[in-house]
Antibody, heavy 116, light 110 residues
Framework: EVQLVESGGGLVQPGGSLRLSCAAS????????MTWVRQAPGKGLEWVAN????????NYVDSVKGRFTISRDNTKNSLYLQMNSLRAEDTAVYYC?????????WGQGTMLTVSS | QSALTQPPSASGSPGQSVTISCAGA?????????VSWYQQYPGKAPKLMIY???KRPSGVPDRFSGSKSGNTASLTVSGLQAEDEADYYC??????????FGTGTQVTVL
């Protein structure tokens, strides 16, 4: 059974940094693109970033380019999202998902609140 | 990277059908057959209902079907049931821009 468990969310001040993690199990992690999707409170889904199985290719939504970095450690079956220069508009539930030409299997999400 | 356009709401009585549209552009929906649809209940993670425009993952009822014409994709839910009341989102592959989601549609079963 595919399992994705996010962690690392919390309350951060504007301008601060945080790293989200996603622990994967139940499939060959290194074979699959992985993605981060976020959902602001009461709002819709927004794709944030994705990364190829071997980590060689990464893509980002324009609003996070230069501030967020997606990475993975295939030896630990883990996906990460390093978030710097955080803004109030980054407040959201962050989901990691396995990809198959689109987010396929989703974790339960972790909440990030950016506020002073 | 503009969001795909969906109607904010849709509704139908039990047993009826409801169709949700997802309007994109020639750079996303129109360019690729990689449109997915997700069902989301309040406070829960989205669930994949349709992928590659028309395919259903194992376990998804065949009451759910997808289609695409030009830059617009659609999700049809036939034989509406109370449990179908949820938010629905489309998404499309957008090449080097990654993926783009729709604005979301709240489906109400009357």
């Amino acid at each position: 059974e595919v399992q994705l468990v996010e962690s690392g969310g919390g309350l951060v001040q504007p301008g601060g940094s945080l790293r989200l993690s996603c622990a994967a199990s139940g499939f060959t992690f290194s074979d699959r693109w992985m993605t981060w999707v976020r959902q602001a409170p009461g709002k819709g889904l927004e794709w944030v970033a994705n990364i190829k199985g071997d980590g060689s290719k990464k893509n980002y939504v324009d609003s996070v380019k230069g501030r967020f970095t997606i990475s993975r450690d295939n030896t630990k079956n883990s996906l990460y999202l390093q978030m710097n220069s955080l803004r109030a508009e980054d407040t959201a539930v962050y989901y990691c998902a396995r990809e198959f030409w689109g987010p396929e299997c989703w974790g339960q999400g972790t909440m990030l609140t950016v506020s002073s | 990277q503009s969001a795909l356009t969906q109607p904010p709401s849709a509704s139908g009585s039990p047993g009826q059908s409801v169709t949700i549209s997802c309007a994109g552009a020639s750079s996303d929906v129109g360019a690729y057959n990689y449109v997915s649809w997700y069902q989301q209940y309040p406070g829960k993670a989205p669930k994949l209902m349709i992928y590659e425009v028309t395919k259903r993952p194992s376990g998804v009822p065949d009451r759910f079907s997808g289609s695409k014409s030009g830059n617009t994709a659609s999700l049809t839910v036939s034989g509406l049931q109370a449990e179908d009341e949820a938010d629905y989102y489309c998404s499309s592959y957008a090449g080097s821009n990654g993926y783009v989601f729709g604005t979301g549609t709240q489906v109400t079963v009357l």
